[in-house]
């Protein structure tokens, strides 16, 4: 029996991302800790475009390229003017020049609409993440996010009217959370079908509100093992619809790890997830093939999510009836069990 991995083939070009902590953001909610993330507390605007020049053709100069230019960490949309040109200015003078292939940016789902977004695609932006984080009123009112499920919605419909590719950005475990919200989410998400998606189980980080709700054991975060088991459950969702998940959880930064007080903080947790999402794969195969497997060849580009963290699904797959010897990683596509 061949069949192949339900995941969308990634995307080919590297990103190259650019930070602005809390540049243009409304509102401080509940959980946000940009400046433990990226280890500032502001964005100096004009100091970000004068050293993205100077990158840029030091790389240039080098050979290197071509990048997908990210704008990550404040809301773009909103960024006052002239600063949202002056960098699609920038980007657009390097895609002439080879280095940037595409640019993408994140920014809240009420900080959208169709004129500024048609300008900003006319000015050279390719893609909107939005900050969805849940669809859901109660959760989005516990955590301040001052807008409605209506609103984020309505925000990823206007950016695929708007002709710009659509990413959503999730983040499980908010308060407000009970049991099926986090995959009641990923259906609505997937159902919008964008390009991509993020998955972010909250965490309680140092200096925020939750921290202080998390103290007064007003929030209790997920576990790990939850976080791993609802993101298993969600990939294969969102992968049914063509949406690469780009990112569970969030990168381990210095100055992220040392102020994070609980919750699924871990750097495995994404392969973790992924390689559980794929055990359910292959164990939905070995039912299909009504015998004991004797064989399962595995794509080697996933040798290395495959047993999940430090083997931790090895015990399932003897469980499926797979010895060590009868699990091969070759150079191929697709997947061959016998």
Avoid at 77 to 89: K, S
Avoid at 240 to 266: K, Q, W
Wanted: with cysteine.
């Amino acid at each position: 029996m061949r069949f192949s991995h339900s995941e969308p083939q990634p995307a080919s070009a590297r990103i190259w991302p650019v930070f602005l902590p809390f540049a243009g953001c409304p509102y401080r909610c509940v959980f946000c800790a940009q400046d433990k993330q990226t280890g500032r507390d502001h964005a100096d605007l004009a100091a970000i475009l004068d050293q993205l020049e100077t990158d840029f053709d030091s790389v240039l100069a080098q050979g290197r390229g071509p990048y997908e230019l990210a704008f990550y960490g404040g809301t773009f949309t909103a960024l006052p003017a002239p600063w949202p040109e002056r960098f699609l200015d920038l980007a657009t003078r390097f895609r002439k020049r080879g280095l940037i292939a595409r640019v993408r940016c994140s920014t809240r789902p009420d900080c959208v609409d169709s004129d500024g977004l048609e300008r900003l695609s006319a000015l050279g932006l390719d893609m909107v993440e939005l900050g969805i984080q849940s669809f859901d009123d109660e959760a989005l009112r516990a955590s301040g996010r001052g807008y409605s499920g209506a609103v984020a919605r309505g925000a990823c419909d206007t950016v695929r009217a708007s002709g710009l590719a659509l990413g959503v950005q999730l983040l499980p475990g908010l308060p407000g959370d009970r049991p099926g919200l986090f995959q009641s989410d990923v259906r609505t998400a997937a159902g919008l079908k964008p390009e991509t998606a993020r998955l972010y189980p909250c965490l309680v980080v140092r200096g925020t509100p939750l921290a202080d709700l998390w103290e007064r054991g007003a929030y209790v975060p997920w576990t790990t093992d939850r976080a791993v088991r609802e993101l298993a459950e969600a990939l294969p969702v969102l992968w049914a619809e063509g949406v690469r998940v780009i990112r569970l959880g969030l990168a381990p930064e210095p100055t992220l790890d040392e102020n994070v007080l609980a919750g699924p903080f871990h750097p495995a947790l994404g392969q973790s997830a992924r390689a559980l999402a794929l055990l359910e794969i292959i164990r939905t195969r070995v039912a299909e093939l009504e015998q004991r497997p004797s064989l399962l060849e595995v794509p080697s580009r996933y040798s290395g999510e495959f047993y999940g963290h430090g083997r931790e699904l090895a015990p399932a797959y003897f469980e499926l009836g797979f010895s060590r010897d009868s699990i091969r990683f070759v150079d191929t596509d697709s997947f061959l069990l016998e």
